[in-house]
């Protein structure tokens, strides 16, 4: 294993695993209906490298078939190559191919993110999956007569770990669709599942209050519909390089990798936070569980991210031991782009003075900030990065609100 020896010099490198393609191959080549056409391969690469920061990337439409042509023809002129630790490297990031499956439970879809340590393993998960959707060149179609235990089998006889996306959500996420992991993927397979994905509506205290996920590694990705949303959450590794196999040592905790951080949203900017009432148009307030709507028990609801995890938890207690784990930190972050007053322009002079959004966040003083932007904002910047500006919780499908400084933060 490339760079696995346990003398290696490790290093930190910044990861966001879940990103979407909006458009790859001609002609037709739409991929991901909701994300935006400048989310090519080259064009994520190239935003990862010389703006984010971002040292690891997992593209998670990369099995469409227009995905694979552009990929093939970017190695074949050279400016992607295979990289001898596993992912495929351009520059000094490493893409790791992916593809997110959708499967039902029960007749509720269920997504996968399956990532695979090469074009040659991704191309044949292509293959397999071929058969099972209408239309080889979108993303995240519905499996056909698949189970979720069939896609981790497949992803693992080729060499691939499976990560279940936005585990909380309420419409397409494993504990949407049951109470439980081990309901829908059995605990016989979970040793190619490294690790869940928190999604933009919890955090790490939120998750770790079901046992069963003390099993797990948690992730921190952006689900990145534009160039602009790409590191709105990512985690921090310590690895060797940004490579697949450093990757799988880091979430197994081996030879000294390690998630050291995953940073995030405060849980309650995220747009499933709270139950949310469809009938009257509003979130629903009240201590959690809210499971459904004062005004009317025939009223339609969105079950809240906090909501579900308060009901589930009692349920879980009673039937999984929980399992004793360190984690890392999570740190409420709020991404650049939410940080009130500060606007393209302002974004474009920090990072036209420090180089990658990670430079701003965690490297660049409130001082050298303040001679870029001024005080003020600089004030709002490290508040943001601190997690300590005032938020409205969001909820059925909107975004929360950055209503302005914590007044006990500001001094």
């Known amino acids: 294993m490339h760079g696995a020896g346990g003398a290696d010099a490790l290093r930190t490198v910044y990861a966001d695993l879940h990103v979407h393609l909006g458009w790859a191959g001609e002609p037709g080549g739409g991929v991901k209906i909701s994300a935006a056409r400048s989310l090519t391969l080259a064009n994520i690469l190239a935003e990862a490298r010389d703006r984010k920061g971002i040292r690891l990337v997992g593209v998670i439409d990369a099995a469409t078939e227009g995905a694979l042509q552009d990929l093939e023809r970017l190695m074949a002129e050279g400016r992607v190559v295979e990289h001898p630790g596993g992912g495929l490297a351009y520059d000094e990031v490493t893409l790791i191919p992916g593809a997110e499956v959708e499967v039902a439970h029960r007749g509720r879809p269920v997504h996968l993110l399956c990532y695979f340590r090469g074009a040659d393993a991704l191309r044949a998960f292509a293959d397999w999956q071929a058969g099972r959707v209408k239309n080889r060149r979108l993303s995240t179609q519905r499996h056909h007569d698949t189970t979720a235990a069939d896609v981790v089998e497949v992803t693992a006889a080729l060499g691939g770990v499976v990560i279940p996306a936005h585990i909380f959500t309420p419409y397409k996420s494993v504990l949407g669709a049951a109470p439980a992991i081990a309901e829908v993927i059995p605990a016989e397979l979970w040793g190619t599942v490294g690790a869940v994905e928190l999604g933009l509506s919890s955090d790490t205290a ?39 196999d450093e990757f799988l040592l880091a979430l197994r905790g081996e030879r000294g990798r390690q998630i050291l951080a995953n940073y995030g949203l405060d849980p309650r900017l995220g747009k499933y936070h709270r139950t949310y009432c469809l009938t009257c148009g509003r979130r629903v307030e009240g201590d959690p569980p809210v499971l459904g709507c004062p005004e009317g028990a025939g009223h339609r609801v969105v079950l809240g991210v906090l909501d579900r995890i308060r009901h589930y938890a009692a349920w879980q207690e009673a039937r999984f031991a929980r399992v004793e784990r360190p984690r890392p930190p999570y740190v409420h972050q709020v991404p650049l782009s939410f940080v009130p007053g500060l606007g393209k322009r302002g974004l ?26 001024g005080p003020k904002l600089a004030r709002l910047v490290v508040l943001a990065r601190e997690g300590r500006l005032t938020i409205e919780s969001g909820a059925g499908g909107i975004y929360g609100r950055v209503a302005g400084p914590d007044p006990d933060a500001v001094t």
């Open 206 to 244: 939120l998750a770790d209050e079901l046992p069963e996920l003390s099993r797990f590694p948690f992730l921190t990705n952006s689900d990145a519909h534009s160039l602009a949303s790409i590191g709105r959450e990512y985690n921090r590794l310590q690895v060797a390089e940004p490579s697949f």
């Open 348 to 373: 474009e002079r920090l990072l036209a003075a420090f180089g990658t959004e990670m430079a701003v966040l965690h490297e660049a003083s409130e001082e050298d900030l303040a001679g870029v932007v």
